[in-house]
């Protein structure tokens, strides 16, 4: 595809609800990463793939959160139990090692 | 840490005014400096950046120069539009791409 896509845009949860955020990349991205922004915040690091490798997960806020790419493309960030502190939008980007990074247009999650 | 401080907004100018964005940055070892800009309803995208000291990145009419003695990298533009309205990001990154924001800061421009 010509960017970075994200699915779904819009998400509400329950409470207690367990989701899941995809993350198409562009073809032949290496390197991928996660980010949560609050609102009115700037975006926070969740964690960073090298193909399928997940070599820093150091960002990821609690052990709800979970983020894999099995075949070193798409990739999903899985949040178990959401939490009403979870809600933020959910961006991925991914680039080339070295290059500029491509930015989806994020997945906003509201837990009501 | 990395830690990236901006400018609190939000800026509001009339059209054809200058701009200034503060930017200043703490970090270990020498990070490419960048600002994004997230148009309304729309994901971030690259505005400019640098790579090393005393670099300046330049893009749309916008610059911004890696200053290393100041550990800066202030946004400014000579005459805004009112298309130039958005949500602005100040952001380093290290070596291994993982970036670290700005709060970021709203302008808006009116007419």
């Known amino acids: 595809g010509a960017g970075v896509s994200q699915s779904p845009r819009y998400k509400v949860a329950k409470r207690g609800q367990d989701v899941a955020l995809r993350c198409d990349p562009i073809?032949?991205?290496?390197?991928l990463f996660w980010y949560q922004q609050a609102l009115g915040q700037g975006p926070e690091f969740l964690t960073y793939f090298q193909n399928e490798a997940q070599l820093d997960k150091s960002g990821l806020p609690s052990d709800r959160f979970f983020a894999e790419r099995p075949e070193g493309s798409v990739s999903t960030l899985k949040i178990q139990r959401t939490q009403q502190e979870d809600s933020a939008v959910y961006l991925c980007?991914?680039?080339?090692?070295?290059?500029?990074?491509?930015f989806g247009q994020g997945t906003r999650l509201t837990v009501v | 840490g990395n830690s990236v401080t901006q400018m609190e907004g939000p800026v509001t100018l009339s059209e054809e005014a200058f701009l200034t964005i503060n930017c200043t940055y703490t970090?270990?070892?020498?990070?490419?400096l960048f600002w994004y800009v997230q148009y309304p309803g729309e994901g971030l995208q690259l505005l400019l950046k640098?790579?090393?000291?005393?670099d300046k990145g330049s893009n749309k009419g916008f610059e911004a120069t890696y200053r290393k003695e100041t550990t800066s990298f202030h946004l400014e533009k000579g005459s805004v539009q009112v298309s130039d309205s958005a949500v602005y990001f100040c952001a380093l990154r290290t070596n291994a791409g993982k970036s670290t924001f700005g709060d970021g800061t709203t302008l808006t421009v009116k007419p």
């Open positions: 640098a790579t090393k000291a005393d």
């Open positions: 970090a270990t070892g020498y990070p490419s």
């Open positions: 073809s032949g991205h290496v390197s």
């Open positions: 980007a991914s680039m080339v090692v070295g290059a500029e990074a491509f």
